[in-house]
């Protein structure tokens, strides 16, 4: 392999990882950090095209990944790419739901179709992967899910309502099923990002950003090899007895 993006050094040879919405930002380089460590990645984004890039870049890292195309939410997508990744690789031992979408308004302007879509992406691909992860998980008494959540889901963000209310989702969700199957050696954690430079955040135009970085005690925005390297840790066997928690990785934004 060449030189690594990711800065830590965990052993995952062997590992076999699924990571949603692995095309670009964040997903990307949790993908690409979990195959430098050695893990085989089952790269997940709306269609197969959007995500082979992240593909061809780990092969060509000597590493081993799949590009799986689906809707997270929808019903029976989950299974599909769960059941194709263990008619390929036997098993699952790392889940990363990081998937999401934003449709920002103040709530009164707030549409049906915006609420949905956040909660549809957002939670339900989050539910669908996990349940679609855990039996198999179970039989081999080990799991690593890492859920991506936001600081807008612990703190709340105006214009963010629907995003607000599914990544707090999110946390509830990994609390309940990391006490679910702790017996089975399988950890459930959360990452909660704050500000990180991606597709996401463009959007938002230089005024927006240039406020945002006001609010973060280390005075830059975040990179998505930052929340990259959380979950690298967290998928590692350093981490076995951290279930439940959730990591800010905000640069003290939530300090
Ligand atoms: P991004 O650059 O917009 O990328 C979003 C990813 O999700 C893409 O791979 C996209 O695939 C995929 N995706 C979206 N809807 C999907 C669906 N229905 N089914 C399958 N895949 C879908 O986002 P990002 O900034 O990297 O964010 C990644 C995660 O971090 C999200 O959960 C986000 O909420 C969270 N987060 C981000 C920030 C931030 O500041 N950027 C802060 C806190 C939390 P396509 O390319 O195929 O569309």
């Not at 050094?9 to 919405?21: E, H, K, P, Q």
């Not at 979990?34 to 092969?59: F, H, P």
Request: hydrophobic share 45%; net charge neutral; proline share 2%.
């Amino acid at each position: 392999m060449s030189e690594k993006q990711s800065r830590m050094t965990v052993d995952l040879s062997g590992r076999v990882a699924i990571v949603t919405g692995a095309s670009r930002g964040i997903g990307k380089a949790i993908a690409v950090s979990l195959a430098e460590n050695g893990a085989k990645v089952a790269c997940v984004a709306t269609s197969v095209g959007s995500v082979q890039g992240t593909v061809d870049e780990i092969l060509a890292l000597g590493g081993e990944a799949e590009a799986f195309g689906c809707l997270v939410g929808e019903t029976g997508a989950a299974q599909s790419v769960v059941d194709a990744v263990l008619a390929k690789w036997e098993k699952v031992d790392i889940l990363v739901n990081n998937a999401g979408i934003t449709r920002d308004g103040l709530l009164a302007h707030m549409t049906d179709e915006d609420w949905d879509a956040v909660l549809e992406t957002n939670l339900r691909g989050t539910f669908q992967f996990t349940r679609a992860c855990i039996v198999p998980m179970m039989q081999k008494r080990y799991g690593r899910i890492i859920n991506v959540s936001s600081v807008s889901g612990l703190v709340g963000n105006p214009g963010q309502a629907n995003y607000s209310a599914s990544k707090a989702g999110v946390i509830g969700f990994t609390n309940t099923v990391a006490r679910e199957y702790a017996k089975r050696k399988i950890t459930v954690n959360a990452v909660a990002p704050g500000f990180i430079a991606t597709d996401m955040t463009k959007v938002l135009g230089d005024m927006i950003m240039t406020e945002a970085k006001k609010r973060i005690p280390a005075n830059r925005v975040g990179e998505p090899q930052d929340i990259a390297d959380a979950v690298l840790f967290l998928a590692s066997d350093a981490a076995s007895y951290i279930t439940g928690q959730v990591i800010s990785v905000d640069g003290g934004m939530t300090a």
